[in-house]
């Protein structure tokens, strides 16, 4: 069974930084275009960054220069790092892999919650 679970989540001030990650099990994601959701309470979800099996990335504008999205095929998990980390950032974030031949196959994570507060 494809699963994909991020990990990584948790609390930190304004400011400070947080390392997600994203581990496939059977299917292997050098084959998809991986990207990060957000969603916050309210809110619809958001595409934050993708990446392509070739490596080519993509950034919201409201995260560009503080998310690096990044993928080691050979550990097969992808990572969101984000730094500068500011309130707004808060919400349940989702890794989403599509595959890259295949549109139709694609799977989500089940979400790991980042709050940003003082």
């Known amino acids: 069974q494809v699963q994909l679970v991020e990990s990584g989540g948790g609390l930190v001030q304004p400011g400070g930084s947080l390392r997600l990650s994203c581990a496939a099990s059977?299917?292997?994601?050098?084959?998809?275009?991986m990207e990060w959701y957000r969603q916050a309470p309210g809110k619809q979800r958001e595409l934050v960054a993708s990446?392509?099996?070739?490596?080519?990335?993509n950034y919201a504008e409201s995260v560009k220069g503080r998310f690096t999205i990044s993928r080691d095929n050979g550990k097969n998990t992808m990572y969101l790092q984000m730094n500068s980390l500011k309130s707004e950032d808060t919400a349940t974030y989702y890794c989403?892999?599509?595959?890259?031949?295949?549109?139709?196959?694609?799977?989500w994570g089940q979400g790991t919650q980042v709050s940003v507060s003082s």
């Open positions: 989403y892999g599509v595959n890259a031949k295949r549109p139709g196959v694609a799977y």
């Open positions: 059977v299917m292997r994601i050098s084959l998809y275009n």
């Open positions: 990446i392509t099996p070739s490596g080519s990335t």
